[in-house]
């Protein structure tokens, strides 16, 4: 009886074990992408790689960048990899009119006014600090994203205000949910999906963009991560529009890629 008892406990333990270890294998096995992964060189020609040497490739001129990092000290909510603000920088630099959806601390925003030209116009959409107690959840809506919405609207100034490139960008506080998109129908180049990430309003941001875009434009969307409850909702959504959008997942990044062509 001992020996049994000290054979499945074993295997528990083992189990316990391989789970921990393997835990993020595990979780991207069981949430399998439905959008198909694609490299960013292979999505937009800004990326395309210039041979160096036979063993060396690196970047053309259309994908260097301004740049600045955020200390490990300064803690900053909400915000995208370097990786990640490297591909939203570069595809600025071709854009006229943006359209940001999200802009908490404004970095997003700030690198894509960095990297545009001088007559581009950036609008970013984001809740009111003053109004958040407001805010409501909706049926569908995860808990957990739900409460970061909250915890991000925190800002009523942002790291571009008092700079040289503060004029090419308007920030809007409104919620996205009410929101009249109808002036900007057909007419934005580049659109950053980083706002709630509730099921609700990534609903509303995505339909809204598809109508905001131009032939050729693009959407990015932040944060697709398959078995982190706070993307659980993006996930869901953007796992079902795929099936009749042709949206790619940047690999190794957490963004979503589309061009309306
Ligand atoms: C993840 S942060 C954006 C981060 C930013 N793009 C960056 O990387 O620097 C999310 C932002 O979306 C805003 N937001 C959330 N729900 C929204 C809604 N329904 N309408 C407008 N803005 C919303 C929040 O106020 C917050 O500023």
């Given at each position: 009886?001992?020996?049994?008892?000290?054979?499945?406990?074993?295997?528990?333990?083992?189990?316990?074990?391989f789970?921990?270890?393997?835990?993020?294998?595990?979780?991207?096995?069981?949430?399998?992408?439905?959008?198909?992964?694609?490299?960013?060189?292979?999505?937009?020609?800004?990326?395309?790689?210039?041979?160096?040497?036979?063993?060396?490739?690196?970047?053309?001129?259309?994908?260097?960048?301004?740049?600045?990092?955020?200390?490990?000290?300064?803690?900053?909510?909400?915000?995208?990899?370097?990786?990640?603000?490297?591909?939203?920088?570069?595809?600025?630099?071709?854009?006229?009119?943006?359209?940001?959806?999200?802009?908490?601390?404004?970095?997003?925003?700030?690198?894509m006014?960095?990297?545009?030209?001088e007559?581009?116009?950036?609008?970013?959409?984001?809740?009111?600090?003053?109004?958040?107690?407001?805010l409501?959840?909706?049926?569908?809506?995860?808990?957990?994203?739900?409460?970061?919405?909250?915890?991000?609207?925190?800002?009523?100034?942002?790291?571009?205000?008092?700079?040289?490139?503060?004029?090419?960008?308007?920030?809007?506080?409104?919620?996205?949910?009410?929101?009249?998109?109808?002036?900007?129908?057909?007419?934005?180049?580049?659109?950053f999906?980083?706002?709630?990430?509730?099921?609700?309003?990534?609903?509303?941001?995505?339909?809204?963009?598809?109508?905001?875009?131009?032939?050729?434009?693009?959407?990015?969307?932040?944060?697709?991560?398959?078995?982190?409850?706070?993307?659980?909702?993006?996930?869901?959504?953007?796992?079902?529009?795929?099936?009749?959008?042709?949206?790619?997942?940047?690999?190794?990044?957490?963004?979503?890629?589309?061009?309306?062509?």
């Open positions: 009886m001992i020996i049994k008892i000290l054979v499945l406990s074993s295997i528990i333990l083992n189990l316990v074990l789970f921990l270890l393997n835990k993020k294998k595990i979780k991207k096995y069981l949430h399998k992408n439905n959008i198909k992964e694609e490299d960013i060189t292979k999505l937009h020609q800004s990326f395309e790689l210039n041979e160096i040497s036979k063993n060396l490739k690196g970047p053309k001129k259309e994908a260097l960048v301004k740049s600045f990092s955020i200390s490990s000290d300064n803690t900053i909510v909400g915000m995208t990899s370097e990786y990640e603000a490297w591909i939203l920088s570069t595809l600025s630099k071709t854009s006229k009119n943006i359209f940001e959806f999200g802009t908490c601390s404004g970095k997003t925003t700030y690198l006014a960095l990297n545009s030209s007559d581009t116009k950036i609008t970013s959409l984001t809740l009111d600090p003053r109004n958040i107690n407001k409501e959840r909706g049926n569908l809506d995860n808990k957990v994203s739900h409460r970061n919405i909250v915890n991000e609207s925190i800002y009523e100034k942002f790291l571009f205000s008092g700079t040289d490139v503060e004029k090419k960008i308007d920030v809007i506080f409104e919620n996205s949910l009410e929101f009249e998109h109808f002036a900007y129908k057909s007419k934005i180049d580049l659109i999906i980083d706002g709630g990430h509730t099921y609700s309003v990534v609903k509303n941001d995505t339909e809204k963009s598809f109508e905001m875009i131009k032939p050729n434009g693009i959407i990015l969307w932040h944060d697709y991560v398959p078995g982190k409850k706070s993307s659980k909702d993006i996930v869901k959504y953007l796992n079902k529009i795929s099936k009749e959008r042709k949206i790619y997942h940047i690999k190794n990044s957490s963004m979503c890629f589309f061009q309306n062509i």
